[in-house]
């Protein structure tokens, strides 16, 4: 199927690994020219050149925190005419919510609600003045359902869908459409440090905490960030133009739940 993308521009958030360059990645292999955002030059340089080896799309890199007014604005000097945006962060770090500062909080809220609101907010009308837009966020199953520890990307990432649940119903006149992706369970390096922070919580093995929760995983294994790239290159194709405002739960089953 040809999802009607080539030509298109897309900016993905800290697209230099993880689920983030598996966007950037499926994105690229449906023609959409790339603009990725990470804070390691390092990774960013090595995605680049690999999305480069194995498709004809242009590629630009952009090191900054897109968390940062200056890294936000340093990103869009890099790409003036978005058609595709990708929200993505990393997720604040787990613990009891007792522990949890004021600091903490409003450093959740600012990355993981705020700035994508913010980047929203550079790009929506051009896209709505060109009739053509996808704006796709990368929140959490835990907005789904809520894991105890991780009370800062709870908060944060509810924040966002409720946002969003609003803004989305008054774009897809102007095929502009607005969607989430919440991730379960998924092979990377995200993954790896959070079930080390469960371990350590727990005073358990990773191992342990690993086999835990694929036994909670009707699919019997993590997901595959290319499974959740796919996704996303969908939502945003030119066949998804009639979804908005959707949450896109993407977790082997392990939600068990009829809404």
Request: net charge neutral; proline share 4%; glycine share 10%.
């Amino acid at each position: 199927m040809d999802f009607g993308l080539k030509g298109k521009w897309g900016l993905v958030c800290a697209g230099s690994k993880g689920l983030g360059r598996a966007c950037a990645e499926s994105l690229a292999e449906e023609g959409v020219n790339i603009i990725i955002v990470a804070r390691g030059a390092e990774a960013l340089a090595e995605t680049a050149e690999h999305i480069r080896s194995r498709t004809t799309v242009e590629v630009k890199t952009v090191a900054a925190d897109i968390t940062t007014q200056e890294g936000r604005e340093l990103t869009m000097k890099a790409c003036p005419q978005l058609d595709i945006l990708v929200n993505n962060a990393g997720g604040p770090p787990a613990g009891d919510f007792r522990s949890f500062t004021l600091a903490d909080w409003e450093k959740a809220l600012h990355a993981n609600m705020l700035t994508p609101i913010e980047l929203i907010k550079s790009v929506l009308d051009g896209m709505i003045d060109r009739k053509f837009g996808r704006i796709v966020n990368i929140t959490s199953a835990a907005v789904k359902a809520p894991i105890p520890i991780l009370g800062l990307s709870n908060g944060a990432r509810a924040g966002l869908t409720g946002f969003i649940a609003g803004l989305s119903r008054q774009t897809p006149m102007h095929n502009v459409t607005i969607n989430n992706i919440l991730p379960g369970a998924f092979a990377t390096e995200t993954m790896n440090g959070r079930m080390a922070a469960m371990a350590k919580q727990s005073n358990t093995t990773i191992e342990e905490v690993a086999q835990s929760r694929l036994n909670a995983i009707p699919a019997g294994r993590f997901g595959q960030p290319k499974e959740f790239g796919q996704l996303c290159a969908y939502i945003c194709s030119a066949q998804a133009s009639y979804i908005t405002g959707h949450n896109f739960l993407i977790d082997g089953g392990v939600y068990n739940g009829t809404l």
